[in-house]
C-alpha cells in the first residue's frame, strides 16, 4: 500500500488534456514538495517534474505541475501516443526518507 | 554526459546477499546524496536507502538490519549491499542521484539491475 494515493489508470484522446491526482498528508506533501516522475514501458523512471511545477531542462511545457494543500496534480496537454507512460508522484520528508504514489498508466486512446 | 550505471544484480537463493553496484559518470557521488530505489515486477517505485554526501544513512524499514548502502569515492560507485534475501526483495534496483532546489527529487536514475530471489 503506497503512502501517496493515485488513481491506477486515466486515459484520453490524442490532443486532448488530462490531470493525474496525487493525495498525501500534512506529514508527507503539505509539508514538503512534489516531484512526478514518468516510467515509459520497459524503462527506467525519469523525472518530469520538480519542487511542485518545475520542469527540467528538455521537458515540454505540455507537462505541468501544481500542489495544494495535501494533493499534487500533474496535467498534461496535447496528448501524444508517446506519452503512454506510467507516471509517478513523489516526496521526500525531512529525514530524507521517500514516499511515492503506487503509479498511474496513461493510455491514450 | 551525467551517467548512472547498475549492475551486480541476478538470481539468488532465499537467505542469500548479493552487492549491487552503480557507477556514476559525469558527477562525483560524494559530493552528492545518492539513493537506492526499487520496484518490484508490475508494481510501483519503493525507496530503499540514502546516502548523505556526509556519509550519514537512512534505510526504508523493510530492509533496516538486512542492506547496507556505502559508496568507494575512488571508484565514483554506490553500492547496496543485500543480505538475508527474501522473495519480497525481487525487484529491480535503481540508483538515482538526489538533487536539491527547493525541495528533494530524483533527478539522475539508473538503468536498473534486476534482482531475482527464488529457490
Known amino acids: 500500500q503506497s503512502v501517496l494515493t493515485q488513481p491506477p489508470s486515466v486515459s484520453a484522446a490524442p490532443g486532448q488534456k488530462v490531470t493525474i491526482s496525487c493525495s498525501g498528508s500534512?506529514?508527507?506533501?503539505?509539508?514538503?514538495?512534489v516531484s512526478w516522475y514518468q516510467q515509459l514501458p520497459g524503462t527506467a523512471p525519469k523525472l518530469l517534474i520538480y519542487?511542485?511545477?518545475k520542469r527540467p531542462s528538455g521537458i515540454p511545457d505540455r507537462f505541468s505541475g501544481s500542489k495544494s494543500g495535501t494533493s499534487a496534480t500533474l496535467g498534461i496537454t496535447g496528448l501524444q501516443t508517446g506519452d503512454e507512460a506510467d507516471y509517478y508522484c513523489?516526496?521526500?520528508?525531512?529525514?530524507?526518507?521517500?514516499?511515492f504514489g503506487g503509479g498511474t498508466k496513461l493510455t491514450v486512446l | 554526459e551525467v551517467q548512472l550505471v547498475e549492475s551486480g544484480g541476478g538470481l539468488i537463493q532465499p537467505g542469500g546477499s548479493l552487492r549491487l553496484s552503480c557507477a556514476a559518470s559525469g558527477f562525483t557521488v560524494s559530493s552528492n546524496y545518492m539513493s537506492w530505489v526499487r520496484q518490484a515486477p508490475g508494481k510501483g517505485l519503493e525507496w530503499v536507502s540514502v546516502i548523505y554526501s556526509g556519509g550519514s544513512t537512512y534505510y526504508a524499514d523493510s530492509v533496516k538490519g538486512r542492506f547496507t548502502i556505502s559508496r568507494d569515492n575512488s571508484k565514483n560507485t554506490l553500492y547496496l549491499q543485500m543480505n538475508s534475501l527474501r522473495a519480497e526483495d525481487t525487484a529491480v534496483y535503481y540508483c538515482?542521484?538526489?538533487?536539491?532546489?527547493?525541495?528533494?527529487?530524483?533527478?539522475?536514475w539508473g538503468q536498473g539491475t534486476t534482482v531475482t530471489v527464488s529457490s
Open positions: 513523489g516526496t521526500w520528508d525531512s529525514s530524507l526518507s521517500a514516499s
Open positions: 538515482a542521484r538526489l538533487d536539491f532546489w527547493s525541495g528533494y527529487y530524483l533527478g539522475v
Open positions: 519542487d511542485n511545477n
Open positions: 500534512s506529514s508527507n506533501i503539505g509539508n514538503n514538495y
